[in-house]
């Protein structure tokens, strides 16, 4: 039997569809494939990541305890070295009592910068590879560093010749970048002054036209701003932020935020016998100061001039942990007193390029945003101890003399880092900030155009130039305003949350 012709037009078409339909089928398992070995590689390089992250931030921790544990032990020799120097009937503490000291500022130096560099090596072995924008960022900062040491020697040695540690430090820190950089943390820069062009939140609200944040925090801007000139930020202010580094007595990186007091005062004159342990002498020089200082009409003759330099927690930064950050502060809980302190902690930052082959399917736009290809994993981790006392457990930081009393460390959310907590370790920020905010205060928007300068902050800075985007805030805030709700207390805060893990 001979098939119609119909018939055999609709086997054809029959057999095109169904090869249509295996093709979609084929392309669908294809795409679903790439999909999930995309997802599980991103999920890989995350893993990767964050336990590297989380090794280097407690390397670098651990080293912050081990320098403020030297430096303690080095206060109590330092009391046995005047109690010595007192005994023989000096008028001045001796050279070896202002090696001492010496040897202090050393370690507030070297101890937090080979911190750094440990940090390096525990990254690099849990997975993490070298970032070349690390490695640049950090020598953008040597300059600013030598610049700053060479106006301000951080300290200078009694000892004979050896006058500044400049060159010694640029050394250490030089060979970050030398080696590779797996992770970074930020400098320790003093906060930054209130102003919008230095807060981060500024530049989201433009970017998501939140309307609502300009009408509680910059409404009269919105309304009046008419162009670059106007904003009361200057070049000069913006130089001055950035020469306050605390390294004329604490290292620019991972800082222990110490300071160096000069007790100049009236020191009794005690004959202790040789052999005294430590705990006698600082007992019996605590009794003879009590005793003088309680004392209506003492005989100075009896006592020595001294002035002897102590190492002494930064009391603006090493005060309440919880209590300092209040609102962003990403706990609820009760901390126990003994262990709320601020001061020292280290947080890092790592990125890993991730390249998808899915990226293929997405829209052009999309392509151009190549921060989804980056996963950027952060962690902050710190050093904790407590001293005994009559009333129990107190912080470390309890006496404001710095003794040795750390003998752990944890990581902790990156919201309550004071190192690296805030934006330091948002996306181009620091970047913007420190390379490119400078010449927007001095030339305008057009600076970024000349320079080819696609910052998303600078990018940001250009829309709001632009008058009719101010005009649709202002038009959109006059017929919407009573809808806006100020955002309640707590963790979070106007740019959108805080960071209570990584």
Sequence with gaps: MIAHPKDQIGDARKSGQTLIFMALVVLMMAFAALFYFDLNKTLHIKGLSRNGVDAAALSAARWQAISLNMIGSLNIAAAISVTDDLTGGAIAPSPETELISDLQRRISFS???????????????????????????????????????????????????????????????????????????????????????????????????????????ARSELQNYDNWQEWDLTPEDLISVFDQLPIRSN??????????????????????????????????????????????????????????????????????????LTENFPWEGEIRPEIDHGGADAAFETRSENERFTREFESDEAKQNQLSDRIHTTAAAKPFGTLDSDDGDVPANHYGLVLPAFTDVRLIPL?????????????????FVQNHLFGYLQNGPTYFDANGINNYYANQLRTWEDQSFRADGVTWLLDNSDRCTRPSGGPGGSSGGTSHGH
């Excluded at 009409?297 to 009391?315: G, K, Q, R, S, V």
């Excluded at 919201?415 to 970047?431: K, T, V, Y």
């Design 251 to 324: 290292s620019p990186y991972l800082t222990l935020w110490l300071n160096w007091v000069t007790v100049r005062d009236h020191i009794p004159s005690i004959p202790f016998p040789s052999g005294s342990s430590w705990e006698d002498v600082i007992d019996n020089l605590v009794t003879a100061l009590t005793n003088f200082y309680t004392n209506d009409l003492p005989d100075l003759e009896n006592y020595n001039a001294f002035d002897t330099e102590w190492a002494y927690y930064d009391p603006g930064r090493w005060s309440s942990w919880s209590g300092t």
């Design 415 to 431: 919201g309550s880092s004071m190192s690296g907590g805030g934006d330091q370790f948002r996306e181009g920020w620091l970047e």
């Design 111 to 217: 101890g937090p910068l080979l911190g750094y560099i440990s940090a390096q090596q525990a990254g690099k072995q849990n997975g993490v590879f070298n970032n070349s924008d690390f490695a640049q960022t950090t020598r953008t900062d040597m300059s600013d560093f030598e610049r700053i040491l060479l106006e301000n020697p951080p300290y200078f040695s009694p000892s004979g010749g050896y006058t500044s540690a400049t060159d010694e430090l640029l050394a250490m820190i030089s060979l970050l970048p030398d080696q590779g950089m797996a992770v970074r943390t930020s400098a320790q820069y003093p906060n930054f002054p209130y102003h919008l062009l230095l807060d981060p939140s500024f530049y989201d609200a433009i970017a998501g036209r939140n309307w609502c944040w300009f009408y509680y925090n």
